[in-house]
């Protein structure tokens, strides 16, 4: 049979295009390591992206950048390392509440001062395990007291403190 009719006709080009890129990839790899047992295609689906949208994304890159800055500043002037592991604590202490005061560990409830964020005792926590979820996106991050980490393990929170609302 021809191509189009073995493989179908795929008429978007860049889709083609890749899917052939994609394709030399698989076989390439197959030659080397033999065949998998599973393959798993992962794919946007706004290739194309309107006028729009784009202004949007270009919008929120630079809101993030001015963020990135601003948090740099404030990591200097805390005294602590410019990296993205404290920028993430401070973006994430920051979402807690816009009120310093009400920044609160989500599971115990007690406060999260500045003085404790790079401290040992508060840790970044995946909400949903992402054991469980495959979720490592800042959606699904909070700060927690290292404690009360601990008593949740690798459970949702539900199941974690769902009978009990003190523990931890």
């Known amino acids: 049979d021809i191509p189009e009719k073995r493989y179908g006709k795929i008429a978007n080009p860049t889709v083609h295009i890749a899917l052939n890129q994609l394709r030399r990839v698989v076989n390439k790899l197959v030659k080397r390591f033999g065949t998998p047992e599973e393959i798993v295609v992962e794919v946007t689906r706004d290739l194309k992206l309107n006028e729009e949208r784009k202004k949007e994304l270009l919008k929120q890159q ?25 920028r993430l604590r401070l973006q994430l202490w920051e979402e807690l509440s816009p009120n310093v005061i009400d920044r609160r560990c989500t599971y115990t409830g007690k406060q999260i001062s500045l003085s404790q964020l790079f401290s040992e005792e508060i840790e970044v926590e995946h909400i949903i395990p992402f054991s469980i979820s495959l979720d490592d996106s800042k959606a699904n991050k909070t700060l927690v007291f290292r404690e009360a980490n601990r008593y949740k393990g690798n459970r949702t929170p539900y199941q974690a403190f769902s009978r009990s609302p003190n523990a931890g």
């Not at 601003?70 to 993205?84: A, C, D, I, K, V």
């Open 62 to 86: 630079k809101e993030n950048l001015e963020r990135n800055k601003r948090h740099n500043r404030e990591l200097e002037e805390y005294g602590q390392e410019q990296n993205s592991e404290n």
